[in-house]
Each structure stands twice: as structure tokens, then as C-alpha cells.
């Protein structure tokens, strides 16, 4: 059978290996790609990835952009990172869900203790539904150094809601595979830019993004109107 969306199995195979999950849970790909993503050494750190880079970048851009509202959530209190009028970044791939009650399961937001659940209104989300491990989820993906504005946030005791809005910026960081291979760097860039092609920023300060909802390790940001950043470009060749 055929991949969907005019997909070869290479490709769907690439964005089923990344919503795998398995134990321990630190060692899955999600986890250890966006790790790296995360990287000070971004550049260097990037190079054993290549390969499957310019494969999984492949079939994501092949996939049509979705502009829709997103659901995240994790078990962490992350509202003090997220200050209403900021734009910030998620360096890494971002799993969501556009199935609000999907948060509901203990394994993604729960019903107890301190929680973060991202109410997200995206431009460029890619619906991988079809090539997720995890079909029923209603599985979208954002792509490494997404940025948004926080729009503001409201605490409901141990809940903490936070509305974001994809925003585009000034410098793109992220292209489509045909474009990757170029080397730049960039210092202290405006405010409101983020990095790539695969091209991604490094940045001085906090930044966290995980691959999902599931990913208890939580989803933090980085507000580029505090921080410098040097951009890299990762060169991935065929």
C-alpha cells in the first residue's frame, strides 16, 4: 500500500520513527533530536542527523499547511515563561493535538497537579495524522523554530492556559529541503527574528521544546527580544 499524501515509505516512515515512543523515554528519537536542536553546538551536534534530516524535512514539506488551533499540554507550571505581548520560539518539533479532549489522559495533561495546556492558533501546521504511530491523537507537527506571540494566558489554579499565535519572522530559519546546504551566520539579529534553512538559531538562554504533549519534560520558550543569537546553517547533502 502507499504512503497518503504522495509520500514514499522512506518519507512516511521518517514522521512514524519520530512519534515513536519507547523506554526509557529519554532515548527516543524525539527526545534526542530535539535535545540537539537545543544544542549551544547546534552546528557540529546537528552532523550525525543529516541524513535523517533531509529525509523527515523532506516529507514534512511535502505535506499541505494546515492553519489551525492546536492543543499542547504538559505537566509542568511554565506561565511565568510566557509573558503576554512577547514573541518567543520553540527551537524544537512540536507535537499537538487538534482534539482538545485528547489532553484529558493521564499519559498527555491529566486532572491533577501542576499543568500547562497551550491553546496554539497556527499558520503553518503539518497534519501528519496518516503517518503518525499514533493515528487517533489528530497528530499535527510544528516545525523546528516556529515563533509566536504569547496573546495572553489565565490561571485556573493548578492549570495554567497560555494562547499563542504563529507569527512569521523576519528572517526565516527553516526552508524547504531544496534550499538546505547554505551557510550563514548571523550576529545578534533583530529582536523578532528566529533562525534557519536547516537553520537553526543558537541562543544563550533558556530554550526547551519537546516533540508532544506526552513529553513531560515541558515545553519552555525563549523570548528573542532578551537574547542574542547566532544562526547557523546545518548542511545537509544528499
Not at 173 to 202: E, K, R
Request: some cysteine.
Amino acid at each position: 500500500k502507499k504512503p497518503a499524501d504522495k509520500l514514499t515509505q522512506d518519507e512516511s516512515a521518517s514522521i512514524m520513527l519520530y512519534t515513536m515512543g519507547w523506554d526509557p523515554p529519554e532515548e527516543c528519537l524525539y527526545v534526542a533530536l530535539n535535545n540537539t536542536l537545543r544544542a549551544i553546538d547546534r552546528q557540529n551536534a546537528l552532523r550525525p542527523w543529516y541524513l535523517y534530516l533531509r529525509l523527515f524535512l523532506n516529507a514534512l514539506f511535502r505535506l499541505p499547511l494546515l492553519a489551525v488551533t492546536a492543543y499542547r499540554g504538559v505537566k509542568l507550571d511554565l506561565s511565568r515563561r510566557y509573558i503576554e505581548g512577547e514573541t518567543i520560539v520553540w527551537w524544537g518539533f512540536s507535537s499537538c493535538t487538534t482534539s482538545v479532549g485528547v489532553l484529558k489522559s493521564e499519559m498527555f495533561l491529566g486532572k491533577t497537579g501542576n499543568r500547562t495546556m497551550f491553546n496554539i492558533h497556527c499558520k503553518t501546521a503539518r497534519d501528519i495524522r496518516k503517518h503518525s504511530f499514533y493515528p487517533v491523537e489528530d497528530e499535527v507537527l510544528l516545525m523546528a523554530a516556529t515563533q509566536f506571540k504569547v496573546m495572553g494566558s489565565l490561571d485556573q489554579g493548578n492549570l495554567h492556559i497560555i494562547q499563542l499565535e504563529e507569527t512569521t519572522p523576519r528572517h526565516p530559519l527553516l526552508q524547504p529541503v531544496p534550499i538546505i546546504g547554505s551557510l550563514s551566520t548571523y550576529s545578534n539579529p533583530p529582536s523578532d527574528s528566529t533562525a534557519a534553512s536547516f537553520d537553526i538559531s543558537t541562543e544563550k538562554s533558556k530554550t526547551h521544546s519537546n516533540k508532544s504533549q506526552i513529553d513531560t519534560h515541558g515545553a519552555a520558550a525563549s523570548n528573542t527580544k532578551k537574547t542574542g543569537i547566532n544562526s547557523i546553517t546545518g548542511q545537509v547533502r544528499s
